[in-house]
Structure formats: structure tokens, C-alpha cells
């Protein structure tokens, strides 16, 4: 199985700076025959089921703002939140579906 | 619009079964998969697997084989996931969700399994 490691477990930043977030997988997520990185992103608030941010590692869900956006290739992926908001405190997760599925331990968001 | 609804929270005790719907709408039921996550008490998520909704197939990730059943009625578009032998560290949310990346999550149905 495709282990999902994120680091940090949790991070604190101030309203309106940056938040990035890291995601390693244990084995390539990146598939050959299309090119596509099969990893996605997820925003979970107390309270509420996960809800889909960001997939194909760099794709954005309609209607999640730009402030939001994922990276890399590979390995090795980053969250990156670009001015962070009061509404972004939350619990943050990624997930590979290479392979079966596989989640992040998460990454939880507060302000500091 | 689409929308995965599941069941209520339930109150089990111990050894006793459950069985948690999800039922779909707004979509062709069985042209995406189905899968289970699990969310114990202040933990992450769990992937248990999912069900292929044209064939009924059900793949169980590891820890989620035995005593977890995967089903499906196509006929009014609903999965289920039943636990049998249910134990006090089975308490957790269950939610159901489409696809893979999981673009809708059922709101999740809270299991209790206490004396």
C-alpha cells in the first residue's frame, strides 16, 4: 500500500500570510500512460464531512478560491495557501487514488 | 444536484451489527464508485474501500475485511455498509463518497458501540 506522510501535523499563521503544507507519498503517484499526478486535496472543518479542494495535484474544484493551490510531482506535493483567511482553519488532508486510496494523517490550520 | 444522504447515528452495544445507507441522487448511481471512510473520535480518515456500483464488487482496504460488508440496491440507488461483531473502537463517523478523487461525501452517520 502507498503510504501518505504530511508534514507539519500542524501549523499556526497569521491572517493573511502564507500556509504550505507537504505531502510525500511512499511511491510514485504519477502515472505514465497519462502524465497525471493522481493525488488530491482535501479541507475538512469541525463538524463537516472532507470537502474536495484541489485533484490531479494542481487542479482546483470549481468554486475553491485561487488563494488555494497544489504542487509538485511525483513524490512530493505541497497545499499551499497563499493569504490565509479566517474561513481556512481546518483540517487538511491529502490522498493518493494512484492505488486504492490512501490518506494523509492531516494537517491541521489555526491562526496565529 | 448531486447528493449522497446516509442514514442516522446509531447506539449499539457491543457483539450487536449495524447497517449505514447511502443513498444517491442527481447522478447515474452506477457510473462512479462508491467507497466507506472511517473518522474515529478526533482522528484522521480512514480509507475501508469501495464498491464498483455496476458490478456490485466490493474491495475492502487492509484492517476492513471480515466483519465490514459492502452492498449495494441499484433499484433506488442506495450502498450500504454493514459491521458485524461490533467493538467499542468501531465508534467513529462512517461516511460514503463518490468517485476517486471524492468530489461528494455523504454527511456521515456516527456509530456508537457502547454498553
Same mark, same amino acid.
Not at chain 1, 507519498?25 to 470537502?51: I, R, T
Given at each position: 500500500?502507498?503510504?501518505?506522510?504530511?508534514?507539519?501535523?500542524?501549523? $499556526? #499563521?497569521?491572517?493573511? =500570510?502564507?500556509?504550505?503544507? %507537504?505531502?510525500?507519498?511512499?511511491?510514485?503517484?504519477?502515472?505514465?500512460?497519462? &502524465? !497525471? &499526478?493522481?493525488? $488530491?486535496?482535501?479541507?475538512?472543518?469541525?463538524?463537516? +464531512?472532507? @470537502?474536495? /479542494?484541489?485533484?490531479?495535484?494542481?487542479?482546483?474544484?470549481?468554486? #475553491?478560491?485561487?488563494?488555494?493551490?497544489?504542487?509538485?510531482?511525483?513524490?512530493?506535493?505541497?497545499?499551499?495557501?497563499?493569504?490565509?483567511?479566517? =474561513? *481556512?482553519?481546518?483540517?487538511?488532508?491529502?490522498?493518493?487514488?494512484?492505488?486504492?486510496?490512501?490518506?494523509?494523517?492531516?494537517?491541521?490550520? =489555526?491562526?496565529? | 444536484?448531486?447528493?449522497?444522504?446516509?442514514?442516522?447515528?446509531?447506539?449499539? @452495544?457491543?457483539?450487536?451489527?449495524? @447497517?449505514?445507507?447511502? @443513498?444517491?441522487?442527481?447522478?447515474?448511481?452506477?457510473?462512479?464508485?462508491? %467507497?466507506?471512510?472511517?473518522?474515529? +473520535?478526533?482522528?484522521?480518515? =480512514?480509507?475501508?474501500?469501495?464498491? %464498483?456500483? %455496476?458490478?456490485? !464488487?466490493?474491495?475492502?482496504?487492509?484492517?476492513?475485511?471480515?466483519?465490514?460488508?459492502?452492498?449495494?440496491?441499484?433499484?433506488?440507488?442506495?450502498?450500504? /455498509?454493514?459491521?458485524?461483531?461490533?467493538?467499542?473502537?468501531?465508534?467513529?463517523?462512517?461516511?460514503? $463518497?463518490?468517485?476517486?478523487?471524492? *468530489?461528494?461525501?455523504?454527511?456521515?452517520?456516527?456509530?456508537?458501540?457502547?454498553?
Amino acid at each position: 500500500d502507498i503510504v501518505m506522510t504530511q508534514s507539519p501535523d500542524s501549523l $499556526a #499563521v497569521s491572517l493573511g =500570510e502564507r500556509a504550505t503544507i %507537504n505531502c510525500k507519498s511512499s511511491q510514485s503517484v504519477l502515472y505514465s500512460s497519462d &502524465n !497525471n &499526478n493522481y493525488l $488530491a486535496w482535501y479541507q475538512q472543518k469541525p463538524g463537516q +464531512p472532507p @470537502k474536495l /479542494l484541489i485533484y490531479w495535484a494542481s487542479t482546483r474544484e470549481s468554486g #475553491v478560491p485561487d488563494r488555494f493551490s497544489g504542487s509538485g510531482s511525483g513524490t512530493d506535493f505541497t497545499l499551499t495557501i497563499s493569504s490565509l483567511q479566517a =474561513e *481556512d482553519v481546518a483540517v487538511y488532508y491529502c490522498q493518493q487514488y494512484y492505488s486504492t486510496r490512501t490518506f494523509g494523517q492531516g494537517t491541521k490550520v =489555526e491562526i496565529k | 444536484q448531486v447528493q449522497l444522504v446516509q442514514s442516522g447515528s446509531e447506539l449499539k @452495544k457491543p457483539g450487536a451489527s449495524v @447497517k449505514v445507507s447511502c @443513498k444517491s441522487s442527481g447522478y447515474s448511481f452506477t457510473s462512479y464508485t462508491l %467507497n466507506w471512510v472511517r473518522q474515529a +473520535p478526533g482522528q484522521g480518515l =480512514e480509507w475501508m474501500g469501495w464498491i %464498483n456500483t %455496476n458490478t456490485g !464488487n466490493p474491495t475492502y482496504a487492509q484492517g476492513f475485511t471480515g466483519r465490514f460488508v459492502f452492498s449495494l440496491d441499484t433499484s433506488v440507488s442506495t450502498a450500504y /455498509l454493514q459491521i458485524s461483531s461490533l467493538k467499542a473502537d468501531d465508534t467513529a463517523v462512517y461516511y460514503c $463518497a463518490r468517485g476517486g478523487p471524492f *468530489d461528494y461525501w455523504g454527511q456521515g452517520t456516527l456509530v456508537t458501540v457502547s454498553s
